[in-house]
């Protein structure tokens, strides 16, 4: 049993001003296995003090300083990833297939940074003009719970890349990862104030963050319901606002694809991190003509994703991360049903043979609708629909026919066809026959998935406004 009771204000563990503990739980148990103290408004407003004192040096340190110390950072993370493993297994239920990846990240998102800055230019020429990038001020990050040490490393890295200082808000539910984290990134010995890393619940730490007025940006990445009441209450100060949000994400099977790549790549995208992904392929368009065939394809390779202990190497679906998110996939199931979706696998209850732990069966609906609730309402669980096209046009038309635009994979035996259908699809991030990660290229949504981009340069842009200096050229 961990009790985490510290916070990160100005380089230092402190005791939080708040006094209430939240329990934390092992979804694959149910069983409590450790209490955070949460921080409070108050906190929040010692942190953004801290960070706006460290601003003004921080934000004149050279491009070759901060790269030294995201090194640093990347390091210290890299060196934790075993207990950063184990964090995100206990306390988060991610399957072996995705907790390595995880922990990875972390680090990985540093590095990246690194290079991207290595690669930079602040200044340049816009006619007689010339232009800086300037560092925007303190930026508030508030990551979910889903991937919360990436997240964090990755917003950071970005905020600090750009000359920015920060205050990280993560989710509540994921305090052991959040201390690991802290504990290495204490470690890269940056000035104190440059981060501060603030445990609290989102309509206290988190509202603060998002209207107090010291904060320049939010970097926002979790639901679209609290991206919006975000991008709202940033109004008053004109904050700078990148939103990550939600996703229906479709998978595109068009009718030259071979199925013994499309089904498994439309498996793994729609059951990647145990269906609690932004970027799940949870609708499958499948070709009218094919559809036979392809429901007996995936009935049978649906066999190979098992769901439950997140710590057998044969698990590909953990536990859903809360008595909450399971009542919520739960919920949705039975809405499918009720709504006249042809259950082909999977259903309502727990796998067989496992009775603790907030498992779901993996499932699939077929002959779904683009108008049913299981198409457009994200589940966050591994809950996929397939969807019947007629033709082309039709499978372009259903893809977009979604208030979210994040992410779409096209599965074709032609990549020049499958390009041109990518051309036609409103959503931030597009991968043809593949599920490959570029931590180089941006990622963010359309629509109601969110505004702005992460990683890369635009990502480093993000925390940035450029300034037009004329008459010094
Ligand atoms: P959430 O919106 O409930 O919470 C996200 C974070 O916001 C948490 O830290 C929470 O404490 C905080 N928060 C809650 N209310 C707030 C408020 N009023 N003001 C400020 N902060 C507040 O989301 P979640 O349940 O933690 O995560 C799941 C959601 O995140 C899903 O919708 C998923 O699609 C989305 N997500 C998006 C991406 C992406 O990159 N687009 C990635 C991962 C997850």
């Known amino acids: 049993m961990q009790t985490i009771d510290q916070i990160y204000i100005d380089g230092a563990f402190v005791t939080p001003h708040g006094s209430e503990y939240f329990d934390l739980f092992n979804p694959a148990t149910e069983q409590v296995i450790g209490r955070v103290r949460l921080a409070d408004a108050e906190d929040a407003r010692a942190a953004i003090a801290a960070a706006k004192r460290a601003f003004p040096a921080f934000s004149r340190t050279t491009k070759r300083e901060r790269i030294a110390m995201l090194k640093r950072m990347h390091a210290a993370v890299l060196a934790r990833e075993n207990a950063l493993l184990e964090a995100i297994v206990e306390e988060y239920g991610a399957p072996a297939s995705r907790s390595q990846w995880m922990a990875r990240h972390a680090s990985d998102v540093l590095l990246e940074a690194a290079k991207t800055l290595e690669n930079y230019s602040f200044v340049r020429r816009a006619g007689t003009a010339e232009v800086v990038m300037q560092p925007l001020g303190v930026a508030g990050l508030i990551t979910p719970w889903n991937s919360d040490a990436g997240f964090i490393c990755g917003k950071l890295a970005a905020a600090l890349a750009a000359g920015c200082t920060a205050v990280v808000k993560p989710s509540e539910m994921s305090a052991m990862q959040t201390r690991v984290v802290t504990e290495a990134l204490h470690e890269a010995q940056l000035p104190p104030g440059v981060f501060n890393i603030v445990t609290g619940r989102g309509d206290t730490v988190g509202a603060e963050i998002s ?170 669980g591994p809950v996929l629909s397939i969807i019947p096209y007629r033709d ?25 066809r499958a390009a041109a259908v990518a051309s036609q699809i409103e959503a931030g991030r597009v991968l043809v026959n593949t599920l490959t990660h570029e931590p180089a290229a941006p990622f ?24 037009s200096v004329l008459g010094v050229l």
Request: proline share 5%; net charge negative; hydrophobic share 40%.
């Open 211 to 380: 209207s107090h007025p010291d904060v320049a940006k939010v970097s926002f990445t979790g639901s679209t319901a609290v991206g919006r009441s975000i991008l709202r209450s940033a109004a008053d100060t004109f904050k700078r606002v990148t939103l990550e949000l939600g996703g229906k994400s479709p998978t595109i099977v068009l009718d030259d694809a071979n199925f013994d790549e499309a089904i498994p790549l439309a498996l793994n995208a729609g059951f990647m991190n145990s269906g609690q992904a932004c970027i799940a392929g949870t609708r499958i368009l499948v070709p009218q003509a094919r559809l036979r065939e392809f429901e007996e394809g995936i009935v049978a390779a649906v066999a190979n994703f098992r769901a439950g202990d997140p710590h057998d190497p044969q698990t590909s679906i953990g536990p859903m991360v809360s008595q909450k998110q399971w009542d919520r996939v739960q919920r949705y199931i039975r809405i499918g049903i009720d709504e006249g979706a042809r259950l082909l696998v999977g259903g309502e209850g727990r796998p067989d043979g496992v009775d603790a732990g907030w498992f779901v069966r993996p499932t699939l609906f077929s002959g779904v609708h683009n108008d049913m609730t299981i198409a457009r309402e994200e589940i966050f």
């Open 392 to 416: 082309e046009h039709e499978a372009i038309a259903i893809a977009n026919d979604t208030p979210y635009g994040l992410q779409a994979y096209v599965c074709s035996s032609d990549v020049a």
């Open 444 to 467: 963010g949504g359309f629509k109601h998935s969110g505004i702005g981009r992460e990683y890369g340069t635009f990502g480093l842009e993000a925390f940035m406004e450029p300034k």
